[in-house]
């Protein structure tokens, strides 16, 4: 195995990083304007409600805005619960692809003379 060998297998690395990174970033980015579209769209909705049932009581206006702010927070919490999810198991899968990245460039070299379960449990 010359220089090169690791150098590559570090690059490579680095490129899955990468990309993992642009991957959260886009998913982050997305989240926010859908986020910015669905308040816009329901100010909209509530501002046409007003406009329109302007002779309806107050009470039928208040509790139009109750279910709109609160239909808003649902679509929150469930996208900011959606971009954690995202980003534990991109954090997961960048830990595990170093911890493999780590075993077999120390640990399975130093131990191919006379022990193999390490080699055995990493090629599964």
């Known amino acids: 195995m010359g220089l090169g060998g690791p150098s590559t297998a570090i690059d490579e690395k680095r490129e899955v990083l990468k990309y993992l990174v642009v991957v959260v ?20 909705v509530v501002v046409v409600v007003v406009d329109v049932v ?17 239909v808003v927070v649902v679509v929150v919490v ?7 999810v995202v980003v534990v198991v991109v954090v997961v899968v960048v830990v595990v692809v170093v911890v493999v990245v780590v075993v077999l460039n120390h640990e399975v070299p130093e131990q191919l003379s006379g022990n193999t379960f390490l080699l055995e449990h990493v090629s599964l």
């Open 54 to 70: 302007v002779e309806v009581e107050v009470v039928v206006v208040v509790v139009v805005v109750v279910v709109v702010v609160v």
């Open 78 to 84: 469930v996208v900011v619960v959606v971009v954690v």
């Open 25 to 44: 970033v886009v998913v982050v980015v997305v989240v926010v304007v859908v986020v910015v579209v669905v308040v816009v769209v329901v100010l909209v």
